[in-house]
């Protein structure tokens, strides 16, 4: 039942995972240096720029720890290095938790891992997470020099209702997955409610007591308090 | 001499973002092509119509709301390391704050830039280190005592994150969640049809609501 975990972690997938990352850090370099000089040709001095540089670097240490809290999550059901590679590139865990969800309704599966998630099923996650990311890549390599210039000229549209239209289309989605639980009551819907009291809880430390920290970590933590009353649920009731 | 390294940029963009996107799918490819496991093409085409339904709106919506804040090459490094919300944008805003750039100008955008490159190459050694640190503990992780929990992740996730943005506009949820309920009631539906129905029903609910100036806007 387990077998396709086996291969989910053979070592090709860790080489390409390797070959990504190695990629990615390359167009950073490729970046840095062309700026770099860009930056020196228009006067910017070589002490702020390596102080810019240390400072991005610094300041994704936290979100970093957050993101390996993510990968702990997966790792027991997608394996480590889809996960890693995911998590690496492009997408963020709730979009690639998101995709491989849908990779496996389209299954007709309603869940990840467990009974029933084949190496198929696997393979039908993999693929959505990988095919929903085509989307956002295509339009800015296609379109982001023509947006770049409108944006110069100035063009007019409405900042309010962008940020509520992505909240509703995100919204829409997480609906079809709060359904499940919500009609098929049991230990799923348990887990989903102790998520979103986590979460209000999380959410009013975060504004109550300005805990703005907690922020990047909220999300991550209450899935984990989640499973953990799982545990306690499945285990001790 | 300005437009030489505009052009530089959005050449290196394009080409890196193309090969990058490619890459993405050797691992789906190599379990078809190494292990022989594929997806049914009747499955898949359901799968695609589904995340497409969702991710093709929110793309174009999130590069037209990212342009503005990130210059050129850092929209390019972003959108091929991902984590954008929550690790570039705020390295690329503190970044400029050190160095007392303004953002959308030709200094902010380089030192945006330098600070993404910074950003990129430390999470991606932050994250190698943490898989090398799960690894020996991965085993244990596939514990029967604690297994169940991780395969209700989803419902996990979804009451979290749910909770999130019910709190932010629960307005916004209502129509969303009634819709999910009902379709869900229906036996057999595929989610080519389920997710674009709900996304769409939460997209045009939230345009009433909007025009009916009933939702206060937050971040």
């Known amino acids: 039942m387990k077998d396709y975990l086996q291969i989910a972690n053979s070592k090709v997938f860790f080489l390409c995972g390797a070959v990504i990352i190695g990629f990615i850090i390359l167009q950073a370099i490729l970046y840095f240096n062309i700026s770099y000089r860009e930056g020196i040709r228009i006067g910017l001095t070589r002490a702020k720029m390596l102080k810019a540089f240390r400072t991005g670097a610094i300041s994704t240490i ?3 720890l957050a993101v390996i809290v993510a990968l702990i999550t997966m790792v027991p059901v997608l ?4 996960p890693w590679m995911r998590l690496s590139v492009i997408g963020s865990a709730p979009y690639e938790l998101m995709a491989a969800g849908i990779g496996a309704k389209s299954m007709g599966l309603d869940g990840l891992g467990g009974a029933g998630y084949t190496s198929q099923v696997f393979a039908s996650s993999v693929w959505i997470m990988c095919i929903g990311s085509i989307w956002a890549v295509m339009i800015v390599t296609l379109f982001l020099k023509s947006i770049k210039r409108r944006y110069s000229n ?4 409405d900042p309010k209702w962008r940020t509520v239209l992505t909240n509703a289309a995100f919204l829409g989605v997480f609906s079809i997955f709060m359904a499940d ?3 098929k009551g049991g230990i799923a819907l348990v887990t989903m409610l ?5 979460m209000t809880i999380f959410a009013l430390l975060i504004i109550k007591l300005k805990q703005s920290w907690l922020r990047e970590f909220a999300l991550a933590l209450s899935m984990i308090g989640a499973m953990a009353c799982t545990i306690l649920f499945t285990n001790f009731l | 001499m300005d437009n030489s390294y505009e052009n530089k940029v959005h050449m290196i963009g394009r080409i890196t973002l193309v090969i990058g996107l490619v890459l993405t799918f050797l691992p789906p490819v190599f379990l078809w092509l190494i292990y022989g496991i594929v997806p049914p093409l009747k499955n898949l085409m359901n799968g695609i119509i589904s995340i497409s339904s969702v991710m093709l709106p929110v793309s174009i919506v999130e590069v037209l709301t990212f342009t503005p804040m990130l210059g050129a090459s850092a929209m ?6 991902g984590n954008i919300s929550n690790m570039k ?3 690329a805003a503190i970044g400029m704050e050190v160095a007392e750039v303004k953002p959308s100008t030709k200094e902010g955008d380089i030192i ?3 600070a993404i490159a910074g950003s990129v190459i430390a999470s991606e050694i932050i994250i190698i280190l943490g898989v090398l640190m799960i690894a020996p503990i991965g085993e244990k992780l596939g514990n029967p005592m604690i297994q169940p929990a991780f395969e209700q992740i989803l419902p996990a996730l979804f009451g979290s994150i749910g909770a999130y943005y019910i709190l932010k506009e629960w307005k916004l949820a209502v129509i969303p969640i009634l819709t999910a309920v009902a379709v869900n009631m229906i036996p057999g539906l595929p989610t080519a049809i389920t997710i674009p129905i709900c996304v769409l029903a939460s997209i045009f609910g939230a345009r009433f609501l909007y025009k009916k100036n009933l939702i206060k806007v937050t971040d």
């Not at chain 1, 100035?154 to 549209?157: F, G, K, L, R, S």
């Not at chain 2, 390019?76 to 390391?81: I, P, V």
């Open chain 1, 194 to 198: 102790s998520g979103a009291t986590i």
């Open chain 2, 112 to 114: 945006s830039t330098i």
């Open chain 2, 76 to 81: 390019y490094m972003s959108y091929l390391t």
């Open chain 2, 89 to 91: 944008i705020p390295s």
């Open chain 1, 79 to 82: 394996g480590i290095p889809i």
């Open chain 1, 154 to 157: 100035n063009a007019d549209t």
């Open chain 1, 181 to 183: 639980p919500i009609t």
């Open chain 1, 62 to 64: 936290v979100p970093a």
